[in-house]
T-cell receptor, first 110, second 112 residues
Framework: GIQVEQSPPDLILQEGANSTLRCNFSDSVNNLQWFHQNPWGQLINLFYIPSGTKQNGRLSATTVATERYSLLYISSSQTTDSGVYFC????????????FGKGTKLSVKP | DADVTQTPRNRITKTGKRIMLECSQTKGHDRMYWYRQDPGLGLRLIYY???????NKGEISDGYSVSRQAQAKFSLSLESAIPNQTALYFC???????????FGPGTRLTVT
């Protein structure tokens, strides 16, 4: 099956810093989503981005499907950005299921 | 009100007990999913349903069963709970066409 690898596994930042999280996948995908899991466990949709670039406030994402990776950019980080960021991909057409990476744990210090 | 709700939010139960986790959605989506998350890991798929008459096993279905009572409701049952089923359980929905999935708030289950 497809492999989804996220890096780095852990990241500690000072408030105000910028960061880039990476998601590599081993096969062609139909769908890619980025999620933020907050310290209370809730999963929040960040981006649905099978290809191209999207921006939402301080966050942006780019997926280069032909090269099998996606990047999540966080600018001017805040303590509320802390949590775990997951990448999830779908392959195998519309009947395929989402496969999650193991996540990047981000800690933003004040 | 939240689009995807899960009940209960937290549950502690004993080994051997039967337990049901419930999921409801108001998004009008046909597709519904149950996942589990273990500490330090991503989510893994337990079961999924593309419509009311459709049930499919996911990656880790052993020890679980599901019921799709209506388009808006999808329940997960543990017939005889065991400690290694202690985890965070998520329900998710998705519209036709395999687009974006939306997750409920999760149920934290502890089996002692």
């Amino acid at each position: 099956g497809i492999q989804v690898e996220q890096s780095p596994p852990d990241l500690i930042l000072q408030e105000g810093a910028n960061s880039t999280l990476r998601c590599n996948f081993s096969d062609s995908v139909n769908n890619l989503q980025w999620f933020h899991q907050n310290p209370w466990g809730q999963l929040i949709n960040l981006f649905y981005i099978p290809s191209g670039t999207k921006q939402n406030g301080r966050l942006s994402a780019t997926t280069v499907a032909t090269e099998r990776y996606s990047l999540l950019y966080i600018s001017s980080s805040q303590t509320t950005d802390s949590g775990v960021y997951f990448c999830a991909v779908r392959y195998g057409g519309s009947q395929g299921n989402l496969i999650f990476g193991k996540g990047t744990k981000l800690s933003v210090k004040p | 009100d939240a689009d995807v709700t899960q009940t209960p939010r937290n549950r502690i139960t004993k080994t051997g007990k039967r337990i049901m986790l419930e999921c409801s959605q108001t998004k009008g989506h046909d597709r519904m999913y149950w996942y589990r998350q273990d500490p330090g890991l991503g989510l893994r798929l337990i079961y999924y349903s593309f419509d009311v008459k459709d049930i499919n096993k996911g990656e880790i279905s052993d020890g679980y069963s599901v019921s799709r009572q209506a388009q808006a409701k999808f329940s997960l049952s543990l017939e005889s709970a065991i400690p290694n089923q202690t985890a965070l359980y998520f329900c998710a929905t998705e519209g036709q066409g395999a687009g974006e999935q939306y997750f409920g708030p999760g149920t934290r289950l502890t089996v002692t």
